[in-house]
């Protein structure tokens, strides 16, 4: 049977785990991932599919079970997986879409690696997603297609299923024009989204660049333009807008531009966040804190989290603060992203260096400033830090979203709390009360702390009570509505409007 909904997106949607000698599929563990909240979508058609790749030794070989039949809580559904050889996986993901579009959609030219780049092998993987989606898909059914590195697949589709909707969400920050151009593959990547019906994006100013790249290489127009939602305009950030793209046309066709945010599931952490077993961890961590106030960051091992800004910003305040010794303790947790990767190496080895140094120069037998920890924290676990963390600081030098900024403030159910978040967050738009601070600038970022640990209570539950309220209202449900807009709008198709209804 063919599908209504056909979701194409790397990752597998579930955990392949091997349980006394069997494969086993689990669901994944984290809630707020966008794998949970894609699967949830098929529970709106009568029948839905995943598309996603998966390791094989040898991509020939008839043994290898290509589609299977899941069935969870959110329904039954098939997975079609594209069988990539390790070498196939190392081109078309660790060096092409990691070595050569991620550092240029974050605007780190300097980190632009084109010489390693197998364009073919990149071509063919995406060909391969598009014809998967094109053999699952029923006449006139919604495909969304999900970030980056599958580009090309929307234009294949368009040739190969012409009759399909086609919706594209981009996960990552977009660039200008004059960064976006340095790719040597800019108009067929362009040309490729601009074959979808929907092209997605978390915040205005990405789909203020898209069409700007866009009209820079292609007869696009005209543009029609909306006020951006009040909510998501404050001067404050650098990454705010006051008018936003909400379709263009090109070759006679409308293409419908999104912006909407990616949040996250506040119901769950609430519960989470109140039950016995997060009271427990958190007065476990709470002794072994002693009276030391904590300082909280969680992200990736990655040039564009700036890691190792934030480590000198707080060895310039031990400096300068005397008086803090003892008094704060900061918990930075660094998740390697891929070994394999030199880039990746070299900041976590920078990463370490600098907590090696702070530690060896402050600390002491009875204190310790800094703990790295390079292991992904259990969600649960994590739940009970941010209810102990006195600031939450996040300060990325460019992230598409981040959604631990906004994890903290759904875990504040006490209401207490400082989120530091750098201004080049795609989050920042949306918590304006948040200490918004700048991680180019040492001032910045040394003030931003400061004004955190020196906040009054008062103002601490001023600021996170209208944090919280934004959390609460874009939460990924109101995400997944503003999706489910555009394939239930007359000019995307109609496909899903029984089923949503």
């Known amino acids: 049977m063919a599908s209504d909904l056909v979701i194409v997106y790397h990752r597998q949607p579930y955990e392949e785990v091997e349980e006394n000698g069997k494969i086993v599929f689990k669901e994944n563990k984290s809630p707020n991932g966008i794998v949970p909240t894609l699967k949830g979508f098929f529970g709106r058609v009568e029948k839905g599919a995943w598309i996603a790749w998966k390791l094989a030794e040898d991509a020939a070989n008839p043994d290898f079970e290509r589609v299977i039949e899941i069935e969870d809580s959110y329904g ?25 579009f991620w550092p240029i959609l974050h605007s780190f030219k300097e980190r632009y690696n084109y010489d390693p780049v197998d364009w073919p092998t990149f071509r063919e993987v995406n060909w391969s997603f598009a014809e998967a989606a094109a053999a699952e ?17 929307p234009g294949y589709l368009r040739k190969l299923r012409p009759d399909v909707k086609i919706s594209f969400f981009h996960h990552t920050p977009f660039p200008s024009a004059d960064m976006f151009n340095v790719l040597p593959w800019r108009r067929e990547i362009v040309e490729s989204l601009l074959a979808c019906d929907v092209v997605g994006f978390h915040i205005p100013r990405y789909a203020v660049n898209f069409v700007h790249v866009s009209q820079s290489l292609l007869e696009v127009g005209p543009v029609m333009r909306k006020d951006v939602n009040p909510d998501f305009i404050w001067e404050g950030t650098a990454l705010s807008d006051r008018r936003v793209p909400e379709a263009v046309m090109y070759k006679g066709r409308k293409i419908r531009i999104s912006s909407a945010p990616v949040g996250i599931d506040w119901d769950f ?25 904590l300082i909280l960051s969680v992200g990736r091992t990655d040039y ?25 303790r900061l918990m930075h947790v660094s998740v390697g992203a891929n070994r394999n990767m030199a880039a990746y190496n070299e900041i976590q080895s920078e990463i370490e260096q600098v907590v090696g ?38 300060t990325p030098l460019a992230d598409g979203m981040n959604l631990v900024c906004k ?45 955190a640990l020196a906040m009054p209570e008062e103002e601490r539950r001023q600021r996170m009570a209208l944090m919280r309220k934004t959390v609460e209202k874009y939460g990924i449900r109101a995400w997944a509505e503003d999706q489910m807009s555009y394939f239930t709008d007359g000019d995307v198709g109609d496909v899903l409007s029984a089923a949503a209804s």
């Not at 039954?76 to 070595?99: A, G, N, W």
């Not at 750098?422 to 600038?441: C, D, K, M, Y």
């Open 137 to 153: 898909a029923a006449p006139g059914a919604v495909v969304w297609v999900h970030d980056y590195n599958l580009w090309l697949v």
């Open 269 to 293: 952490i609430q519960d989470l966040a109140g039950s016995e077993q997060t009271r427990e961890n958190a007065s476990s961590i709470r002794s072994e804190l002693g009276d030391a106030r």
């Open 407 to 451: 994890e903290y403030a759904a875990a504040r159910v006490d209401g207490d709390g400082v989120l530091v978040l750098s201004e080049f967050a795609g989050a920042a738009v949306e918590l304006s009360s948040a200490v918004i601070t700048n991680p180019f600038s040492h001032r910045s970022m040394d003030m931003g702390i400061e004004q």
């Open 357 to 394: 140094r702070i530690n060896g120069t402050f600390g002491s037998f009875e204190w310790q400033p800094v703990a790295l920890i390079s292991t992904a924290v259990p969600f649960k676990d994590l739940i009970a830090y941010y209810q102990l963390a006195d600031v939450c600081w996040i």
């Open 76 to 100: 039954k559904y098939s997975v079609t997986r594209l069988p990539l050889t390790s070498d196939q996986v190392s081109s078309f993901y660790h060096i092409t879409s990691k070595e050569a």
């Open 304 to 328: 564009t989290k700036g890691g190792v800004q934030q480590l000198e910003s707080y060895e310039r305040l031990l400096q300068s603060n005397p008086d803090l010794h003892g008094k704060v």
